[in-house]
């Protein structure tokens, strides 16, 4: 009997150990590294003071934020309907849809911000549509717009959204909705009371992921939006690898961390009112 | 009687699923075009059609490198979060364990944190305490990054399997290898290919951990892809994205023949 109540732990220890050793320390380390004091290594708050007094710095951030808003709402406005058909839809239909959110999910941030720097460029298919220029786009077609930044990140965004939401789009049944139905209530009264609201933990949820995800983008800003529109995450990257301004980098992340960890939070906070 | 959906919202439903395909495919079909130019600049449409550029980068140690230090960091980085998170996962969910909740969390909390957090904490620490990063360090991030996708997709399995197999292979007298070896692991497979999946593919297009840990040494493919995108060049960074992307498809029709697309995302 010892052997089994060893057994579980013996299982659990490789990958607790690891998490310890290439997770929680570093995350924790460079929480931390924000308030030490360079000499003497007493706790300082001056990377923050620094930060909060900064208006590049803060513009940065108030960008990554306004972004991040505007591209999670955009992607679960999308992802919600594309959910709910796939959930209701032919199992060949079902598999298509998946493949067609799938493989841009598993190429490569890289590769997909690549294919739109092509299309957004000033020669790009992207710039010369009609009425391309109240989106802002200018010389440089949509390239250094925000509103190219945003295109291209919900593009990257969608699938997390769409795979979130279907989980618990798919798991309402169907008999309700029919009951619905018979009851005498049309099709988007049946989608508006009782659709949506058993899916409100999966939209959530979702929103939840990608506003993480979205704020902590750095990539796609960077190589569609340029350097005259810094987003919070790639300042905290250039000051890292670039300036090698390693505590004041880590003052921006705390910061970072901070807004996702709220969102989360309130979003825990608005699945339990909801019950 | 089902009543039926309203004409106009089938209709909505058909533009809604083409505009996806249109916006999801888009992008990659742009680049895999653009790999195919006859052209020495990069363009879409390609002008002229030729697989020139593959034969550029396919033999110029800019990508191959590059290439060979992705595949290895994959595949290792694959293995250790599949045998790891297996493991973890038969844990939480064969035995009861106290504080069980809490140690799922931990094991779950790399997907919450932003990997950007973790770039710049694992850079801090090596700096500071060793000799800067090198493979084995991305290996490790790469790993602990894999491991909730194999604990969600191992314990999402288990869960739906029957709990008293193992039980009554005990009772017949199976010792402990026997009862992994022709019992449980068997039952867990279908999670444990979707997780190993899961963590090739999260390592093999991670370019933020290995932008922070680059070094002039130690350059993956998505880097190598991001350093020539900031400078305008010739169509072979178009084709070995493709190549990229051809890498993913393989996996795709592997895990398909495994298991089923539909089980391993849904």
Redesign the interface.
């Known amino acids: 009997m010892t052997?089994s109540r060893r057994?579980?732990?013996l299982?659990?220890l490789?990958?607790?150990a690891?998490?310890a050793?290439?997770?929680l320390?570093?995350?924790v380390?460079?929480?931390v590294?924000s308030v030490i004091a360079p000499e003497g290594g007493g706790v300082t708050l001056s990377n923050f003071e620094r930060l909060f007094g900064s208006e590049y710095y803060l513009g940065a951030a108030e960008r990554s934020l306004r972004l991040s808003l505007i591209q999670t709402a955009l992607a679960v406005i999308?992802a919600t309907?594309?959910a709910y058909?796939m959930s209701r839809a032919t199992?060949w239909?079902?598999?298509a849809?998946?493949?067609?959110?799938?493989?841009?999910l598993?190429?490569?941030?890289?590769?997909?911000?690549?294919?739109?720097?092509?299309?957004m460029g000033p020669?790009?298919?992207l710039s010369s549509l009609p009425g391309i220029e109240l989106l802002g786009a200018g010389s440089q077609g949509l390239l250094g717009t925000e509103a190219g930044v945003v295109i291209?990140m919900v593009?990257v965004l969608?699938?997390f959204a769409v795979?979130t939401i279907?989980?618990v789009m798919?798991s309402v049944k169907q008999e309700l909705e029919?009951a619905s139905?018979?009851l005498g209530a049309?099709?988007?009264r049946t989608l508006r009371h009782v659709v949506i609201p058993l899916s409100l933990p999966g939209i959530a949820s979702g929103a939840t992921?990608v506003f993480?995800?979205s704020?902590?983008s750095?990539?796609t800003p960077r190589?569609v939006g340029g350097v005259q529109l810094p987003v919070l995450?790639g300042t905290?990257?250039v000051d890292?690898?670039v300036g090698l301004d390693?505590p004041f980098?880590?003052a921006q992340?705390v910061l970072?961390?901070a807004g996702?960890i709220l969102v989360?939070a309130a979003t825990l906070r608005l699945g339990k009112v909801d019950r | 009687m089902?009543?039926s959906?309203?004409l106009v919202?089938k209709a909505?439903?058909v533009v809604?699923?083409a505009f996806?395909?249109l916006?999801?495919?888009?992008?990659?079909?742009?680049?895999a075009g653009?790999s195919l130019s006859e052209s020495r600049f990069?363009?879409?449409p390609p002008t002229g059609l030729s697989l020139e550029w593959y034969v550029v980068a396919l033999t110029s140690d800019v990508y191959l490198g590059p290439l060979q230090t992705s595949l290895l960091i994959a595949v290792v980085a694959a293995v250790?979060a599949a045998?790891?998170?297996t493991?973890?996962a038969?844990?939480?969910t064969?035995?009861p364990?106290p504080f069980s909740g809490a140690?799922q969390s931990?094991?779950l909390?790399?997907l919450?944190?932003?990997?950007?957090?973790?770039g710049?904490?694992?850079?801090?620490?090596v700096?500071v305490i060793g000799q800067g990063p090198d493979l084995w360090v991305l290996v490790?991030?790469h790993?602990?990054l894999g491991?909730p996708y194999v604990?969600r997709t191992v314990t999402g399995v288990m869960a739906r399997s029957d709990r008293f197999t193992e039980e009554a292979a005990r009772t017949l007298g199976a010792g402990?290898w026997s009862r992994y070896r022709f019992v449980v692991l068997p039952m867990a497979r279908p999670g444990i290919v979707a997780g190993a999946f899961f963590a090739f593919?999260i390592s093999?297009?991670?370019?933020?951990i290995a932008?922070?840990l680059r070094t002039p040494q130690l350059e993956t493919?998505?880097i190598a892809?991001?350093g020539r995108?900031?400078f305008s060049t010739d169509p072979s960074?178009?084709a070995v994205?493709t190549l990229?992307?051809l890498i993913?498809?393989v996996?795709?029709i592997a895990l398909e023949k495994a298991i089923g697309?539909?089980k391993a995302?849904?």
Request: avoid cysteine; aromatic fraction near 10%; hydrophobic fraction near 70%.
């Open positions: 052997i057994e579980p732990w299982l659990l490789p990958a607790v690891l998490l050793l290439g997770f320390t570093p995350v380390g460079m929480l590294s999308l309907p594309i058909i199992s239909v079902r598999t849809v998946l493949v067609v959110v799938i493989l841009p598993l190429t490569s941030v890289v590769v997909r911000t690549f294919g739109w720097v092509v299309l020669a790009g298919a291209a593009q969608l699938p795979l279907l989980g798919s029919e139905r018979m049309n099709f988007w992921l993480a995800l704020v902590s750095f990539i190589l995450a905290i990257y890292s690898t390693w980098a880590a992340s970072l961390f996702v989360i | 089902v009543k959906v309203p919202a909505a439903a809604l699923l996806l395909a916006y999801m495919l888009v992008p990659i079909i742009v680049v653009a990069l363009a879409f250790i045998t790891l998170g493991a973890a038969l844990a939480v064969r035995f364990l140690i931990f094991l909390s790399p919450i944190v932003p990997t950007i957090i973790m710049i904490g694992t850079l801090t620490l700096s490790v991030v790993a602990v491991i604990m402990t593919n093999f297009d991670d370019a933020v932008l922070f493919l998505p892809i991001y995108l900031e960074v178009a994205s990229m992307v993913t498809v996996t795709m697309l539909g995302f849904v």
